[in-house]
T-cell receptor
């Protein structure tokens, strides 16, 4: 399968703590992206990391990519209740094929 | 500006009926994707359109599913003889050519009773 697989499936933390989600994949990619989904509807793009990059930051988000291990991680620092959502990684092939994993459900308790 | 628009937002249909789901991409976006998301699951790729090229239909689960894109803009996903397992949220996304980031609509929640 070309899908990314997220781990853990669910994560529950207290507000202010950091949340780490992981994504593993099986074949070479062009880039990897992380998305957020609220209430099972539209996805919001969070961050893109290219295959020749190792780390990217955006606000409270930090993404790493290890192509040798075919894995990525998304770190949300100083989490807030509003961060409660499902997070998906998407592995991108041929610049036009996006494959999504099953997601990590994050619950941030106030 | 306007984002990707999908209609209807919710659709309830009886088993065996045909349904049409519509996607209006962002103006100028030549790439258009359809995905299906069953309850609590990830997104399943269905079909991809890029400009005038032949669409990539490799994700369509059966011949009951088809999609068209008229004039390089609006797309319609048609499901014939719906089955209960077709119940899901159908998401559409579009992007500029060469842009890696697709923009998603809010989806159509299809319920087959």
């Amino acid at each position: 399968s070309q899908q990314g697989e997220e781990d853990p499936q669910a994560l529950s933390i207290q507000e202010g703590e950091n949340a780490t989600m992981n994504c593993s994949y099986k074949t070479s990619i062009n880039n990897l992206q992380w998305y957020r989904q609220n209430s099972g509807r539209g996805l919001v793009h969070l961050i893109l990391i290219r295959s020749n990059e190792r780390e990217k930051h955006s606000g409270r988000l930090r993404v790493t990519l290890d192509t040798s291990k075919k894995s990525s991680s998304l770190l949300i620092t100083a989490s807030r209740a509003a961060d409660t959502a499902s997070y998906f990684c998407a592995t991108v092939y041929n610049f036009n094929k996006f494959y999504f994993g099953s997601g990590t459900k994050l619950n941030v308790k106030p | 500006g306007a984002g990707v628009s999908q209609s209807p937002s919710n659709k309830v249909t009886e088993k065996g009926k045909d349904v049409e789901l519509r996607c209006d991409p962002i103006s100028g976006h030549t790439a258009l994707y359809w995905y299906r998301q069953s309850l609590g699951q990830g997104l399943e790729f269905l079909i991809y359109f890029q400009g005038n090229s032949a669409p990539d239909k490799s994700g369509l689960p059966s011949d009951r599913f088809s999609a068209e894109r008229t004039g390089g803009s609006v797309s319609t996903l048609t499901i014939q003889r719906t089955q209960q397992e077709d119940s899901a949220v159908y998401l559409c996304a579009s992007s500029f050519p060469g842009q890696d980031i697709p923009h998603f609509g809010n989806g159509t929640r299809l319920t087959v009773t």
